[in-house]
Each structure stands twice: as C-alpha cells, then as structure tokens.
C-alpha cells in the first residue's frame, strides 16, 4: 500500500473519529445541551458544509471543465441539481424522525422512534460520505486540482462539524433515559454512513471519475439541502439565532482556510 492510498484511508476514518468525540459529550455533561451552545453548534455545521460545497466540491468541478470556456459551469450546474433532487427524493419517500420531533417525515410506516430517528442521521450524513468519496477518490486518481490535501481538508473539515452533530445526537439519547454507553453508541453508529458512503464511492470510481464534475457537484448538492433543509431551520427557529450566525461564520471560514491553505 503506498503513502497516497493510507493517507485516503485515513481521510476516511477521520470524519468517523468526530462524530464519535462528540458522542462522547454524555460522559462529560450531566443535563441536555443548552439552546445557546445547540444553536451555535448546528450554525458551525451549516457554516462548514457552506463552505465546504463551495471551495472544495463546486470550484473544482468548475476548473475540471474549464477546456469548455465560458460552458465550464454546466456539468456542476446540472450535478448540484442532481444531487438537490435526490436528496429531496430520499427525503420524502423515506419514513424518518427529527430529534425534537414527534412528527415523522416521508412515507407512512410502523417503524420504531429510534429506527426513524437513526434513518434522519443516515439522510443527513450520507451527503457528507459522498463528498469525502468524491474528493479521495479523485485525489488518488491524479485528477488535476485536487490533491491528497484537498481530501485530508475536507474530512478534517467534515470531522469538526461532526463533533457537534454527534453531541446533538447522543445528548438526547441520554436525555430521554438510554444510558450513557449507549447514547454513546448510538451516536458513534449515527456515523458509519460516512465511511461506508466514502468507500462506495471509491469503489466505482473507474466509472464515476469520467463524469467527475458532475459527482462533486452532485455531493455539493445534496450537502447543500440538507443545510437548507434541516440545519438552518433548526439553528434559526425559536431565541438565540444570532448565537447560530456567528456560529455559521466561524464553521464557514475554518472549512475555507482549511482548503485553502491545505488544498
């Protein structure tokens, strides 16, 4: 295995090992997250996958068909709508459950609250796997502009908004009665659809890089809905939504220097 192919493979993991920090949060908070800190923590998220999208999925996508002059940004065009739709599509035909929520989402069911409360987590991370794929596989294919960097900023960048969203998870585990061990572990497994996503990708990346500025839009896409969707709703509902602006700010210049000075 060369240095290139364990650094991909670390890029990988790294998004895991954050999620999984913030699981870790029940073992060091007593009560819920306060409001403030939730508002601020969902802000940063929505700021880094902002961010993300932008530099590290859409610009490349752009520059991959910069040979086609000013039609460059139509293979990124029509992937972001791609990857918005299918988010959309996931969204309503698959039975799910907000946390906070009583009301499930997409098709009718007779689903358990926690099987629909773990499907919410797979919809909103799967977007982040395809994106750390996209860019890793890219990067040990040779593709111009994106380097073994770029990849280790974006999970690096995925990792640090996954801290707050496992505490998210795994803090209302704890606090409708589950035990601290397995508010843990539910919220580390909330996780493990962004490597099992990421190697998906890798997996058919002989097919996937002819078509590349389309599968990193695509990515950037459906990172994107899920920021409109879900993330910026809940940061911006109710009191305190200037904690979750400035919380989107800090999230969204961390992912751009991050890319910036490692891609």
């Not at 990857?83 to 929520?101: A, E, K, R, S």
């Amino acid at each position: 295995m060369t240095d290139q192919s364990i650094i991909i493979l670390i890029c990988l993991l790294i998004p895991l090992s954050g999620t999984m920090l913030g699981s870790a949060f029940v073992f060091l908070i007593k009560d819920e997250i306060a409001e403030r800190l939730q508002k601020s923590l969902l802000g940063f998220a929505s700021g880094v996958m902002v961010a993300a999208s932008v530099w590290s999925l859409l610009l490349p996508a752009i520059e991959q068909g910069s040979s086609h002059g000013k039609w460059a940004v139509m293979p990124a065009a029509v992937g972001f709508l791609l990857g918005i739709g299918f988010l959309l599509l996931v969204d309503v035909l698959t039975p799910h459950l907000h946390i906070g929520t009583n009301k499930p989402e997409g098709m009718r069911s007779h689903l358990s609250k926690t099987t629909m409360l773990a499907l919410a987590v797979t919809i909103h991370n799967l977007p982040e796997g395809m994106a750390v794929g996209v860019v890793s596989a890219a990067a040990e294919g040779g593709v111009a502009y994106i380097s073994v960097a770029s990849a280790l900023a974006v999970a690096l960048g995925i990792a640090i908004q996954n801290v707050p969203e496992g505490a998210i998870i795994s803090m209302p585990m704890r606090a409708a009665g589950n035990g601290r061990w397995r508010s843990f572990a539910i919220g580390t497994l909330s996780g493990l659809v962004e490597p099992i996503g990421a190697i998906s990708v890798i997996l058919l990346s002989s097919w996937l890089l002819p078509i590349l500025p389309y599968m990193l839009s695509f990515a950037a896409g459906a990172m994107m809905y899920v920021v409109v969707e879900e993330l910026i709703p809940e940061a911006s509902s109710g009191q305190h939504s200037n904690h979750s602006t400035i919380g989107f700010a800090l999230g969204f210049v961390l992912m751009m220097v991050l890319d910036v000075v490692m891609g």
